[in-house]
């Protein structure tokens, strides 16, 4: 039976197909084909066979009426290897189907789930292994500014639930619920439900203490009586800003990290730049160029760095 989790998250790239090109460049340094339009298709358009599960979203881009790319999304919370052979069937009747380049993505914010979605599939026909492009908890963004996650709030919540769980979690987590403050309630409620339920435990006690809210409520409740209160009073921002500056250890990390994927060398005085920083807006900025500068020296120093 799927999850509340689960289908929510489905939802959020069938609202804007246009976010799993947003995450792309965490995992993957391609070229996005040229394409001016994004369209959601039927996920049982690309079942050849008879089999008893269905892709979660399909989403085909197109220049000019043309596909072309096709992304098949699949969000994986838990092991399933009936599921995952299943992975390889979606890929070929997708390319037969719309006659363009194909992408097979697996959003698992767990990080077990996503070493296991990782790994080749074998096909048994030589030179035909599928390799996966998974979106884990490290390649998705801290999403940690209020604007942003107004102007998307299903990154904003995407952010939320991979990151609310770490050390000073609040600071994705408060853009996040003041982003779903502004949603229609069918979204609003979930959103904050599922924000609320993947924070810390520390930072869970933080607003519990802040809203004198004595037990988790469910989610009308709990958006209505407390969490939109505490959002229109003000407090939120000047939070959330506040614990950003606590995540600079955290974002330093995920520049290196992607240094490291990448196989750009980083010296010693690089290192300790990026460790020694505490500005979150330069952070998220090194980060953004990190995915895709020729060097550290292009990251940390062009423009506006």
Not at 141 to 165: M, V
Not at 194 to 220: C, F, T
Not at 263 to 291: F, K, N, T, Y
């Amino acid at each position: 039976m799927l999850s509340e989790l689960h289908e929510v998250l489905v939802d959020a790239f069938r609202r804007r197909p246009e976010l799993l090109l947003e995450l792309l460049p965490g995992v993957r340094h391609a070229p996005v084909p040229a394409h001016n339009r994004a369209r959601t298709d039927d996920p049982d358009a690309v079942a050849i066979l008879p089999v008893p599960w269905r892709a979660d979203l399909l989403v085909v881009f197109e220049q000019a009426g043309a596909a072309t790319l096709a992304v098949i999304l699949e969000v994986q919370l838990a092991r399933d290897d009936a599921k995952r052979r299943s992975w390889p069937n979606y890929v070929t009747a997708a390319a037969a189907r719309y006659d363009c380049d194909v992408w097979l993505m697996v959003l698992a914010p767990d990080d077990a789930v996503a070493r296991w979605a990782a790994r080749p599939i074998r096909t048994g026909h030589p030179g035909f292994d599928l390799l996966p492009t998974v979106l884990s908890r490290a390649a998705i963004p801290r999403l940690i500014d209020s604007e942003q996650a107004r102007r998307n709030p299903e990154l904003a919540l995407i952010s939320a639930i991979a990151h609310g769980g770490e050390d000073n979690g609040l600071a994705v987590a408060v853009p996040a619920l003041q982003a779903a403050a502004e949603l229609e309630p069918e979204r609003a409620l979930p959103y904050t439900d599922l924000i609320w339920q993947h924070l810390g435990e520390a930072a869970r006690k933080v607003l519990e203490n802040m809203l004198d809210l004595k037990e988790y409520q469910p989610q009308s409740e709990l958006y209505h009586k407390y969490i939109r209160r505490w959002l229109e009073e003000g407090e939120a921002e000047g939070m959330a800003k506040g614990m950003a500056k606590g995540m600079a250890k955290g974002m330093a990390e995920d520049v290196l990290a992607v240094f490291e994927v990448r196989g750009l060398p980083v010296s010693d005085e690089q290192r300790e730049r990026i460790r020694s920083c505490r500005d979150p807006e330069r952070l998220d900025c090194w980060h953004r160029r990190a995915i895709s500068a020729g060097s550290v020296e292009e990251a940390l120093d062009g423009p506006e760095s």
